[in-house]
Structures are given as C-alpha cells and as structure tokens.
C-alpha cells in the first residue's frame, strides 16, 4: 500500500514519521489508562457477582414455590410487545466492542418484528442511544454519559423502575437484558436473557424438598424482593459492560500501538530510500558539473 502511494519528499517523509509517532504516544496512552480503569472496574465486578448469584437463587427457589399468576412480575403471557435493554458505552475506539452488541440487538429485534412483535428499547450508553434513535426505532428511554466516570447506582434504579411500570401495566409482555459480559479475565462477549417475566431454569428449581414460611405478606414480600432483584442485575449488567469495554479498548489501543511501531519502520525505511536516492542524484549532478568543465 505504501508503494502505490504518491512520491514524497525526504521532508514530507519525516513530517509523516513524526505524525506517526505523536499517534503511537496517544494509543500507547490511551492503552494504559484503559489498562488501569480495567483493574478497578473488574475488582468492582467479581466483588459484586457473589451477591448478584445468590439474589438470583433466592429468587429462583421462591419463584418455584410461590403462585406465579399471584405475582404481577412472574406471569406469563403471549409476548406481543417486547422491550430491550440494551446496554453499550459511550465512547468508541474499542474495536467490535459497541458494533457487536448492537449488531446482536439489532438481530434480535429484528427477528422478533418478523414475528409480529412490537419491539421497543431502553438503552443505556451514548452509542447505542446513537445508532437506534437514527433509525426510526421505538425508543421508551435513553441514556448517555452513563460510564464517564462510575457506573451509577441510581441509573440502574430508574431503568428498573421503567421496566417494572411497562411490565406490570401490561405495556410489554416481556423484557429482555443484551449487554457484553466478561466471560473470563481476557474475554467477552455479547450476553441476552430474559428479564421479565422471571425465568426458571430448564432443569427447575435446584431444590424440590425445599419448604418457605413467611412471616409477612408473600405478595409483598415477593414484590420486594424482585425490585431488588430488577435493580441488581441492570447494575450488574452495566459492571459487565463498562469492565468488557475497559479491556476491549486496551486491546484495541494496544495493536494500535503496535501497528503504529510497524508504519514507523516501514516509513523510515521508504525515508532512508528516499535520502539515499536523493544523495545519489546530487553526486550525479556535481560529476556531470566537473565533468562539462574539463
């Protein structure tokens, strides 16, 4: 590619290694305060997944016991209108990271508008809040400048609140969560299950023999229990996200440093070619000079 491009001076060569290299001082930069907000964003997450798990257990278990048609956010209905949470960063120039989320959003939306579904999204980051508003999809809710500093607790709160109103009003028959999660230290990938109504594992529930007394009202007990629920898995699902995207930029500005190193050399050695030819053709001159004066 560097061989088909126009013939450049020895000074326009150097001004393009010095832009290359002021480039490579940003990514290389960028990759270690990514590096950086990584560790803190992933301490956040792994503390805070024992107790998201156990929450979902709990619910779970009660759910397998309790009447679930006495519970407006465990009944099941024909889904006709469906609503995404999705959930995406606010910044670029982290590889696939928004592109494949949104892609899978869009999939998914997509196939269920195929079936007759009315879809509907809330979404949560400033990319994907970009892409669906631009292109005449339902949107209830979005939010941006959401991970410009620290995952907000209260944000979480409000996008439960929404989803809990539409669902037990009867305005979506069904909610579903796509987000990317961290599936190991080094890996993620775009995650969907579904919100609400609760959904039972296909083996059921882990403990059949299992025997609940309350001591309050078991539909109020039940109602806040989920709302705790709700709230902590969106949160949970924004952790995820703002640590894959943290580690999905720090990969990205890491092979742009390196790709930066690669152009360096190859323009130095298009510059040294360049001089050389340079020398060359004025030695030429000076000897054609000495030679017309004999």
Excluded: C
Excluded at 5 to 27: A, E, V, W, Y
Excluded at 150 to 167: D, G, L
Excluded at 183 to 193: D, E, F, M, W
Excluded at 221 to 241: C, D, G, K, P, T
């Amino acid at each position: 590619m560097l061989a088909a491009m126009p013939k450049l001076s020895p000074r326009d060569i150097r001004r393009k290694i010095q832009g290359i290299k002021n480039t490579r001082r940003i990514t290389n930069a960028m990759k270690v305060v990514s590096a950086a907000k990584l560790r803190r964003a992933q301490e956040l997450l792994y503390s805070s997944r024992p107790y998201s798990d156990k929450l979902y257990e709990l619910v779970r278990d009660l759910a397998g016991h309790v009447d679930r048609e006495t519970h407006p956010l465990l009944q099941e209905r024909e889904e006709k209108k469906v609503d995404i949470v999705l959930v995406t960063a606010d910044r670029g120039l982290a590889g696939a990271f928004n592109s494949n989320v949104i892609r899978e959003a869009e999939k998914f939306s997509e196939a269920l508008s195929s079936d007759g579904k009315e879809v509907s999204f809330v979404l949560i980051g400033r990319k994907g809040f970009q892409y669906f508003s631009k292109r005449g999809y339902r949107i209830v809710k979005g939010y941006d400048e959401v991970f410009r500093k620290e995952v907000h607790f209260e944000i979480a709160k409000e996008v439960s609140e929404i989803v809990r109103e539409r669902f037990s009003g009867g305005e979506t028959d069904a909610v579903y969560l796509l987000n990317n999660e961290m599936i190991t230290r080094a890996s993620y990938k775009p995650v969907r299950r579904r919100f609400l109504p609760f959904e039972l594992p296909e083996e059921g529930v882990s403990d059949s023999f299992s025997v609940y007394t309350f001591e309050v009202e078991e539909s109020e007990f039940m109602n806040h229990l989920m709302n705790l629920y709700l709230n902590y898995q969106i949160y949970r699902a924004m952790v995820e996200s703002n640590a894959a995207e943290h580690f999905a930029r720090m990969v990205a500005m890491d092979n742009a440093t390196k790709n930066a190193d690669d152009l360096v050399k190859q323009w130095t050695l298009i510059f040294n070619k360049a001089r050389q030819e340079s020398i060359t053709l004025e030695l030429i001159d000076i000897v054609g000079a000495a030679e017309a004066m004999k």
